[in-house]
Nanobody
Framework: QVQLVESGGGLVQPGGSLRLSCAAS????????MRWYRQAPGKQRELVAA???????NYADSVKGRFTISRDNAKNMVYLQMNSLKPEDTAVYYC?????????WGRGTQVTVSS
């Protein structure tokens, strides 16, 4: 019903920037709230950012002021621009959406922040 594919992860130095992308297909993209989560080994999966169909956004306190979520409905894409990256941002980042009370997830993309 819904397919999500993340891309853009990789290795970056502290203080650097990275842009993650999520391509959505299978359902009308513009109708749904899109979210980015992340999970580090041994830690809880946490909500990083969300953007509603109307464009409203919210962020985890730990990334506020550094990360920006956006969407391009014409392209069925959602993005996460990450600036001023810190080692504690290291995690697998997942794209997520909810359709008819079911959550859909991408496979994730690894982000590693290290010198």
């Amino acid at each position: 019903q819904v397919q999500l594919v993340e891309s853009g992860g990789g290795l970056v130095q502290p203080g650097g920037s990275l842009r993650l992308s999520c391509a959505a297909s299978g359902s009308p993209f513009s109708m749904y709230t899109m979210r980015w989560y992340r999970q580090a080994p041994g830690k809880q999966r946490e909500l990083v950012a969300a953007i509603t169909s109307g464009g409203s956004t919210n962020y985890a306190d730990s990334v506020k002021g550094r990360f920006t979520i956006s969407r391009d409905n014409a392209k069925n894409m959602v993005y996460l621009q990450m600036n001023s990256l810190k080692p504690e941002d290291t995690a697998v980042y997942y794209c997520n959406t909810e359709v008819n009370f079911l959550n859909y997830w991408g496979r994730g993309t690894q982000v590693t922040v290290s010198s």
